[in-house]
């Protein structure tokens, strides 16, 4: 799981049309109309995403999109393995703040958490599939939410439907060159 931000921006003057060895001429300049939260929730394994469309990405918001990946996407797991950065609203106590307690630990007893090292958060796939949504999707304008949802439905419909997997090819042996200071150091 990931979260990311997309400015909503309108345009100010009508585009020129694209004519003949011309393209779209677009003017530089543009209306901002708030921002929009992404969270992406994937199972890379099985080709499958989800990304969820909001106006905020708070502990309650965190809290609400853990309640639908167990509930709604995989209510017949047992534990649901979560590979998450280390942002502060990231923790199991953010369901305690969405959520009666005992709901909250109902939850939590379905997830096993795991956190990317602080300076490595692009070992979570989540943020890979961001990428490929903001090159393949967000490249351009977008005047405002629910426009942003339709888009952002369509291109996850067609990348689940083609169950877009990821090949993960970050192994031990490159972890060990890439992270070297992060391992301790023996002197003899």
């Not at 007893?109 to 958060?121: G, L």
């Not at 949802?149 to 169950?163: G, K, V």
Request: charged fraction near 25%; charge should be positive; include cysteine.
């Amino acid at each position: 799981m990931d979260e990311t931000t997309k400015q909503l921006t309108k345009e100010t003057r009508a585009a020129l049309p694209a004519r003949a060895g011309r393209a779209q001429c677009v003017d530089y300049e543009y209306q901002r109309n708030g921002v929009a939260t992404l969270f992406m929730l994937c199972a890379p394994l099985e080709g499958w995403r989800h990304v969820g469309v909001g106006k905020t990405k708070t502990r309650i918001d965190y809290a609400h999109y853990l309640q639908d990946l167990a509930e709604k996407h995989f209510p017949k797991a047992q534990k649901i393995v979560l590979v998450q950065d280390n942002l502060n609203t990231h923790d199991p106590a953010s369901l305690y703040h969405a959520f009666a307690p005992e709901k909250a630990r109902a939850l939590i007893e379905r997830f096993e958490f795991h956190y990317t090292p602080k300076h490595a958060s692009w070992l979570n796939i989540a943020e890979c599939e961001l990428s490929a949504l903001s090159r393949q999707c967000l490249n351009r304008r977008i005047a405002d939410s629910d426009i942003l949802s339709r888009q952002i439905c369509a291109w996850q419909r067609e990348r689940n439907h083609s169950s877009v997997k990821i090949n993960w090819r970050f192994r031990n042996q490159d972890a060990r060159i890439k992270l070297k200071k992060l391992y301790p150091s023996i002197h003899a």
